[in-house]
């Protein structure tokens, strides 16, 4: 290969960094294999929770609101984002669907979390900071336990909230509905849902 285009292949163009928001989408564990115990109660809340999760992030970036997707490494610990993405548009039809509906898009920040807080040992802080953001809209899976420890995390940093309550799933109906009313009272977190 010539000097001038091995040069040109090994250049990459330089990162313009995190827009600049006050709002933050922050879409925790949409992208998933649905392959762990309690799956499959997960599953059809899920799928009926992905289009409007879609609408909401598609609204969303017409007002230029930033998206940063928190996913689970799910335990594979040299994956990268773009391989979890791969790994569940191959897996069960449920976790293709919910990436073919909710992959993140070019535009899109991505954070890798190893527990169930997307605040928890991840860059999100820092991110947010960069961005300077000061409310976040929190939507994903699942809502009694990443969404609400995501939200938990953000609430004692100050953000200001809003998780709709339609764009958010649970193991079961009674679990998301205590985990909303829960976020409402101690978090005062707004949980309306985003499409009546």
Sequence with gaps: MAGAEASRVGR???????PEARTVLLLVDVINPLDFPGAEALTEAALVAA?????????MARRGVPVIYANDNFGHWRSDFHQIVQRCRRGRRAAA????????????????????????Q?????LLTRIGADRLVVAGFATDLCVQFSAMDAFV????????GDC????AP???????DWMALALRCRVQPAWR
């Design 97 to 120: 669907a919910l990436v073919r509906q909710l992959a993140p898009g070019l535009q899109d920040l991505t954070v890798l979390k190893p527990r169930y807080s997307a605040f928890d």
């Design 157 to 164: 940093r100050g953000y200001e909230l809003w998780v709709p």
């Design 12 to 18: 990459r163009l330089p990162d313009p960094g995190p």
């Design 122 to 126: 991840t860059p999100l802080e820092l």
């Design 174 to 180: 009674e679990r998301h509905a205590a985990a909303l």
């Design 168 to 171: 958010a799933a649970g193991e």
């Design 51 to 59: 289009p409007r999760i879609a609408a909401l992030k598609h609204e």
